[in-house]
């Protein structure tokens, strides 16, 4: 791996730590000329291959936006199993990390016993079986549960994550399961601006956990320079979640579900994306409250985002949530649209 020292020359890299309660602290964690990457051990050499400009350009996107290209052979090593059948016959490849790496969402696949989330991922299924004219947005996507069964069910997949090893584990998976032309692969982290390089912070144990650091004056410590290139996976691109609604258009996409995990950034899906939820009808969404919720900024944004738009924050069980309460809301909820109660 070639590693890019001007990428760490203006600030630390860091260290994400679980402390009382489960917040997590970042902490520096290695000098600014020592690469993290190499120093955690994490990468060795996995870097999904994107598109050509001129297969991108079809699509008229950002030059920002980077779809990975899925007919591209994977040669790197990883254990990769075939997935518990759902619902009696829905069921997919998976592609895992080292289970000491990555104990909570490769360490939950056990075979054809058990997978991560099996009770929300059943719950998405069965709505896109209801509704039939439904497509799904995976937004931290990490190696695809959710993006391969949905796709294993023959719906189109539009699937976004911004590390680097799990992309090509997602990769590979689609792959193996033989659904290419169902699925979209970007590998971008969603921001409010599109075009920087942001650093993320490492999680030894639990890649799920990662997510961008950001300080007051992230804009200018953590930009590089225009057209960087790195093979650092703990260095990712931005983009604006409203760049992608070319290829949901030219997919034929009008209505989908959608699943937004992206470990405290989800404000940012929607402080980016106004035109994709005002162009597209997307009846349920499905998004981790676990670490947004200690954000009293991201939180209101989220709030007014959604209320202006008549949805409503609801539990796994469909009891309506108090917005004043969202300090205790469940790590899971769900917002759904007036009009929508037949999803419940």
């Known amino acids: 791996m070639v590693c890019d020292q001007n990428l760490f020359s203006s600030g630390p890299s860091w260290i994400r730590f679980t402390g009382a309660g489960g917040i997590q602290i970042l902490t520096e964690a290695v000098k600014p000329d020592k690469c993290s990457a190499q120093a955690t051990g994490w990468y060795s050499g996995e870097m999904p291959s994107v598109l050509d400009t001129a297969t991108k350009n079809s699509f008229n996107i950002s030059p920002n936006v980077h779809i990975v290209d899925l007919n591209v052979p994977i040669r790197a090593k990883f254990q990769c199993i075939k997935t518990k059948k759902l619902l009696h016959n829905i069921s997919a490849n998976i592609c ?8 909570y969402i490769s360490g939950a696949f056990n075979d054809s016993i058990s997978i991560w989330e ?13 509704h039939r004219h439904l497509d799904f947005i995976d937004l931290g996507a990490n190696i695809g549960t959710y993006t391969m069964y949905v796709a294993a069910l023959g719906r189109f997949v539009l699937a976004i994550d911004c590390f680097a090893p799990n992309l090509i584990r997602l990769a590979r998976a689609i792959q193996l399961t033989n659904v290419s032309n169902q699925v979209i692969l970007i590998q971008n982290a969603l921001f409010t601006h599109s075009g920087q390089y942001l650093r993320l912070s490492i999680d030894t144990k639990n890649i799920g956990g990662q997510g961008i650091y950001l300080s007051s004056n992230y804009s200018h410590k953590y930009r590089t320079r ?107 909820i769900y917002w759904l649209k007036k009009n929508f109660s037949n999803f419940c």
């Open 118 to 130: 099996e009770e929300q991922v059943t719950q998405i299924l069965q709505l896109l079986i209801h």
């Open 226 to 332: 225009k057209n960087s290139s790195t093979n650092n996976p703990y260095i990712v691109k931005t983009i604006m979640f409203d760049e992608v609604l070319p290829i949901l258009i030219k997919r034929g996409v009008r209505s989908a579900l959608m699943k937004i995990d992206i470990e405290g950034s989800e404000s940012f899906v929607v402080e980016s994306g106004s035109h994709i939820f005002d162009t597209l009808d997307i009846p349920f969404i499905q998004m981790e409250w676990l670490k947004v919720r200690h954000y009293v900024d991201r939180v209101k944004v989220i709030i007014d985002f959604f209320s202006k738009r008549y949805y409503y924050p609801i539990t796994s069980s469909c009891q309506l949530l108090n917005t004043r309460e969202y300090k205790i809301w469940p790590n899971e």
């Open 96 to 103: 895992l990390h080292e289970t000491k790496k990555d104990k």
